[in-house]
C-alpha cells in the first residue's frame, strides 16, 4: 500500500492559544490541483481534537485561527466574508489521514497555510519547512501582534482596509491587501499576477511574490472573491 501523499511536521501547542493542534504538509508526491496555486506542496494548520468542520462551529478552529475576522463564527457575528476554504472538503480528508512524521524535503514550492494561520506554530518549525522547500507564499492575520513579527521575513500580512496596509507597512511588513473591485491600487501595490483581474497570467508557484520581505518586491491586491 503507498503513503498518503504528506507528512506531519508538527504535533503540539498551538502558538496561539496553547490548544493541541497539529500541521501537515501535503502535494509531495502527487500535485495539486488548485489552478492558481499551481503545483505547489500544501501546509495544513489543524485543531487536534476535532475535525475541521466542527471545530468551526465549536470555536476550537481559533488554535489555528486566532482572531482571523473570517473564521466563520467570528464572521457571522460581525457580518463579514467567510473564509473560503471549503473545510468539508479537503480540510476533513487532511485531518482523517494517517501521515508518517517528519519534515520533508520537496522539490517543491510550500503554500505556507493551505488552511489555518501560520503563526500558530513555532517559528523554527515554519522557518525549517521553508528552507526544506523551493520558495513559498504565505499569509498573516496576526500582524499586529508583538509575538510574531519575526514572521514577516516569511509572511505577508494579510489586510482588508486601505487603513490597515498603511499601519501594517509602517511596521514593515509587506501586505496583501482584499480590495472591493472599486477600490483603486495604493502606490505601493500591484495586483496580484496569479489573479482573474490580471488575466491568470501566471500562478503562484511561479510567482512568489507573497513571501514576505524575504522578497523585495511591492506590495499584492487581489480583488475579493
Partial sequence: MSKPNGATIYSG?????GKNIKAIITGISVDSQNVKTGPMAQLWILFANERPTDAAQSGADSAVCGECPHRPLLAKA???????VNLGQA????????Y???LPMTKKALRLGAYGEPTALPFNIVKSAVDNAQGHTGYTHQWK??????FKTLLMASVDSESEAVEAQ?????TFRVRKTEDALLPSEIACPASKESGFRTTCDNCQLCAGTSRNAKNIAIIEH
Fill in 13 to 17: 501547542e498551538s502558538q496561539l492559544n
Fill in 170 to 174: 509602517s511596521m514593515g511588513w509587506r
Fill in 91 to 98: 480540510p476533513n480528508g487532511v485531518y482523517k489521514t494517517q
Fill in 78 to 84: 460581525n457580518n463579514v466574508k467567510e473564509c473560503y
Fill in 145 to 150: 501582534n508583538p509575538k510574531f513579527q519575526q
Fill in 100 to 102: 508518517d512524521s517528519g
